[in-house]
Each structure stands twice: as structure tokens, then as C-alpha cells.
């Protein structure tokens, strides 16, 4: 079952000539599925390369003569895997620059290598989008709201990686997950940076799965994992450029009783995180569930305002008495804040949020009213 993701009307719309759209994310998210759709959706002579192919290094070449003997007289070139291929930031430029009309989509699934060979080289040529796991505004279109509601713990234990979420049986979403962690989470960055301690990545990750909604003290970590401060730091840094785990700073406007300096931190998928701690238990055998539900609207919410190109700065705000927002946005000048709850239980905005930002919005996202914040 193809699930139409959210970013297809855009990048049909950027697919424009002389531009690269470039799509970056995790590996099985289905950017080469999209690619493959966006490929039946345009017109034209289209050139489809993977970087993974050594018939395709023609486009490390930097030379006009090659680029073209190669591209010949398509009208779009489209590039999976497009990190692979040395200087590939170089030569599309010269593609862009030297093939009047030509349209470019390039796909890599290791950000931090991608973004350095492309960013400066294609300074206002290019469109950059990520493609995350199954978004709900997505997966909602294939489901009528009774079935949402009843999927709705499924995707907190497990997660929206398209297999996983197409996969029928419990045992093959737990497999198809299992491998993702084992096979494909590490590989980008295990190939491209020099990781002395490859073990300690994936302790350090589970450490930080236990502490989602808490602020994570990186001193304790690198003293839980016997290594210094500045590893640790480099680590964390490197996940997120990987698509594994997102940092969110406190929010602070100065008033001395605000937490401002410490990190939260969400991993971009549920059945992920669930994988690396080995728990696929179901809801009401579990201690965690509020953190599966703070962390699931995180990570929605992101995904909803990057496909619908809504710009926000994200936040936590705490003070040193306690008092504390789970989610804070701000977008068009003002602020809004955000509760999550999982059960029943009553929550009162903080007095202090309401005496110090009084233009301030703040709302309760529980399972009654959490479609409307996600989609």
C-alpha cells in the first residue's frame, strides 16, 4: 500500500529548472519511494541515478564534457543515495549552472555529509526538505477516525516507519525494527566520523530514552559512560544529524528564576526508542507511557509544521520551583504553550507562565483534542 506523503506537492512545485530539491532523512523512511512517485508525476525525459552504483560516479567528475556525455538530453536528473558520490555538491552546481532548464532531486540519508557538500556550493539553488517517519496527517488519509483512534497506541509503542506501520503482525513490526536499529541507524555515521567508542553510542542512547520529559545532565552522562565531556557533547550532536534524536532547549527571557541552559531531548521515531530499550510491551503494562505521548506529539508536531512549511522556534519552559510548559512554540511574535496529557488527571496553567508572558496562549493536548495539534 503506497502511504502519498506529505512533501510530494511540494517538491513538485520546487522541481523547478535550474533548482536541486535535495531530501534528506533517516534510511527507510521511503525517500527512494517518493523519488520513484515524483518520477510518475512529471513530464519529461527523466535520468534516475543511485550514488551507490559505481556506473554512477560519472558525477564526481567536475568536467562539463563527462556531466554531459552522461546526462545527455534529459530534461530531469534525479539522485538517490546522492551522498555517496565524491564532490557532488561541485557538480550539481555545474549541472545548474550549464544545463539551461534541467531539473534536479537529490536524496541522501546522512545529513551532516550531504548538507556540508552541497550548502555552500548551491547557495540559492536549491529547496532542502526532510522526510521523517510516517507522518499522522499522513497515515489519516488512509483511515477513517475510528481506526485512528484504535491505532493510536500502536503508533506510540511502535512507532511510523512505512514497513512498520504497513506490517500486519506484531512480531514483524518488532523485526522490521529491530533491524533498523542493528543495520541501518549507526551506518551513515559509523562510515563517515571517526567514532572511538561505536559501543558506547548505543548506551548513551538508552540512557537518554529513559530521561525523555526530563532534562538530561550531560556531566551524568559522561560519567555513567566513563567518557569526557566533549565526546559526550560530540555524540548527541552527531545523532541529531542523523535523524535519531532532537535537542530542545528551556526557553528564557531573562527572569532569573527560568531554566534556560539545559537540554531536553525526543527521538524522531516511537518504535525506535522502544527498540533500543527492548520494550514493546502494551500501554497498561507500561511505566512510560506519558513519556510515549510526550515524546509522539513532539516529533508529530514537527513533522506537521516542517510539511506544512510553518516556522517555529520549539522550547520546554521549567522554573527552579517547578513550575513548567512541556512544549513551547513561538512563531508571529508571541508565544504558545502546551500541556501534554496522557490520562484524566486535571492541569492548571502555571501562574508564573501567565504572570511573566501575559499575551501568551496555553492549552492541555490530551487524546481528546490531540488530532487537531498533529495535523
Known amino acids: 500500500m503506497y502511504i502519498e506523503r506529505a512533501l510530494t506537492s511540494t517538491i513538485l512545485s520546487h522541481l523547478t529548472p535550474n533548482k536541486v530539491v535535495v531530501l534528506y532523512g533517516p534510511r527507510r523512511t521511503g525517500k527512494t519511494t517518493l523519488m520513484k512517485h515524483i518520477e510518475s508525476q512529471i513530464e519529461g525525459k527523466v535520468l534516475r541515478v543511485n550514488g551507490d552504483d559505481v556506473n554512477s560516479r560519472w558525477l564526481s567528475s567536475r568536467s562539463f564534457e563527462i556531466l554531459k556525455n552522461n546526462i545527455g538530453n534529459a530534461d530531469v536528473l534525479l539522485i538517490d543515495e546522492a551522498q555517496r558520490i565524491d564532490e557532488i555538491g561541485l557538480n550539481l552546481k555545474i549541472i545548474v549552472d550549464s544545463f539551461p532548464g534541467i531539473r534536479v532531486m537529490a536524496t541522501g540519508s546522512s545529513s551532516f555529509e550531504l548538507a556540508n557538500q552541497v550548502g555552500e556550493p548551491l547557495v540559492g539553488r536549491k529547496w532542502m526538505y526532510y522526510l521523517y517517519p510516517l507522518a499522522q496527517m499522513e497515515i489519516g488519509k488512509t483511515e477513517n477516525f475510528m481506526q485512528t483512534t484504535e491505532r493510536l497506541p500502536e503508533r506510540l509503542i511502535f512507532g511510523g516507519f512505512p514497513d512498520v506501520v504497513t506490517a500486519v503482525d506484531m512480531g514483524d513490526k518488532r523485526g522490521i525494527l ?11 555515521l559509523l562510515a563517515l566520523q571517526d567514532i572511538r567508542h561505536a559501543d558506547k553510542l548505543l548506551d548513551l542512547l538508552r540512557l537518554v530514552a529513559f530521561q525523555i520529559g526530563h532534562e538530561v545532565s550531560l556531566k551524568e552522562l559522561a560519567s555513567s559512560l566513563t567518557l569526557n565531556l566533549g565526546t559526550i557533547e560530540r555524540y548527541l550532536d552527531l545523532l541529531e544529524k542523523v535523524f535519531v534524536i532532537r535537542r530542545v532547549t528551556g526557553f528564557s527571557r531573562n527572569l532569573r528564576k527560568e531554566i534556560s541552559k539545559s537540554s531536553r531531548f525526543y527521538f524522531f521515531d516511537n518504535g525506535v526508542r522502544n527498540a533500543l530499550i527492548n520494550n514493546f510491551n502494551p500501554l497498561d503494562q507500561r511505566n512510560d507511557v506519558g513519556q510515549l505521548w510526550e515524546n509522539y506529539l513532539f516529533t508529530e508536531r514537527l513533522k506537521r509544521n516542517h510539511y506544512l512549511l510553518h516556522h517555529a522556534n520549539t522550547y ?37 507562565w501567565r504572570r511573566t508572558y501575559p499575551d501568551a496562549s496555553w492549552e492541555v493536548v490530551s487524546k481528546e483534542n490531540w488530532l487537531g495539534f498533529v495535523v
Open 178 to 188: 529491530g533491524s533498523v536499529v542493528d543495520n541501518y541507524l549507526f551506518r551513515d
Open 316 to 352: 520546554f519552559w521549567r522554573t527552579y520551583t517547578q513550575q513548567e510548559v512541556d512544549y513551547v512554540e513561538d512563531y508571529d511574535g508571541k508565544l504558545h504553550g502546551y500541556e501534554f496529557k496522557w490520562g484524566i488527571k486535571k492541569s492548571k496553567e502555571p501562574k508564573l
